[in-house]
């Protein structure tokens, strides 16, 4: 069990594995999958799709998290920013075109993951939800800024119902092209087969200029988020709020 890397012609398809935790990460395994990103790019490779084992990723390991109550916050700062922080970091640096195959849930993190690719596939088992707000968390891996730059009113619609988005409601918000027969994987693999025909030197400058507002802006808004998840993973209510939550 763990993160999978696998090769379909030029894609290689980075797959979450832990389906007994429905791909919820805790730190090893974003420091994991953040390997697998970085290693699964060969010169041969002309895109990444990343995919789940039944679920996409029902996000971070909220258990774990409230384990780590009582970490120093100079000491959960350093881990929020290097695990967790480093994967979404990861994707946003990886060279190529990024699709995200979502045929299973997408929480929180996983919806993260989502956004940080270049694409969204949403299969028909397939949703998102933006889930940080339910624990009383904000996107601690820069969901709040991925979100807002694809779908600049979603916020607080997406807080105030916390909905489950289909393939239709994911379309509907701009946010992910749906796949009405087969699996998102299987479309995010053939859409990166098609673009190998335009050589993997312009598809290098397409993910340049594509992500060049977003990487100008991540930084700043990365240590923004650590800095209020720090403060309210150490909230007394954090932890009743995951109770509920995982009841």
């Not at 990343?50 to 998290?65: D, I, M, R």
């Not at 922080?85 to 045929?103: E, F, M, N, Y």
């Not at 290098?204 to 594509?210: G, N, P, Q």
Request: hydrophobic share 45%; with cysteine; proline share 6%.
């Amino acid at each position: 069990m763990g993160v999978q890397v696998e090769y379909a012609g030029p894609a290689a398809i980075v797959v979450l594995d832990w389906p007994e935790q429905r791909n919820a990460l805790g730190p090893d395994e974003s420091r994991e999958v953040t390997s697998a990103i970085e290693a699964a790019i060969t010169p041969d490779v002309c895109g990444l799709v990343l995919t789940g084992n039944g679920a996409f990723c029902a996000g971070g390991n909220l258990k774990g998290a409230v384990g780590r109550a009582d970490m120093d916050p100079d000491e959960r700062r350093r881990l929020v920013y290097s695990a967790y922080q480093g994967l979404v970091r990861a994707l946003i640096a990886c060279p190529v075109p990024t699709v995200a195959a979502i045929d299973g849930p997408a929480i929180g993190m996983g919806f993260d993951l989502a956004l940080a690719c270049d694409c969204r596939f949403v299969g028909p088992g397939g949703w998102c939800q933006q889930g940080w707000g339910r624990v009383g968390l904000v996107p601690g891996t820069g969901g709040e800024l991925l979100l807002r730059l694809k779908a600049p009113d979603a916020l607080w619609q997406l807080l105030e119902h916390q909905p489950r988005l289909d393939a239709a409601a994911a379309h509907a918000l701009h946010l992910a092209e749906p796949v009405d027969s087969g699996t998102a994987r299987d479309r995010a693999v053939e859409r990166v087969s098609r673009l190998e025909a335009m050589s993997r030197e312009a598809l290098e400058a397409y993910v340049d200029l594509h992500r060049a507002d977003l990487r100008a802006l991540l930084d700043d808004h990365l240590a923004r988020a650590v800095g209020h998840q720090v403060s309210l993973l150490g909230s007394p209510s954090f932890a009743e709020r995951v109770a509920r939550t995982l009841k």
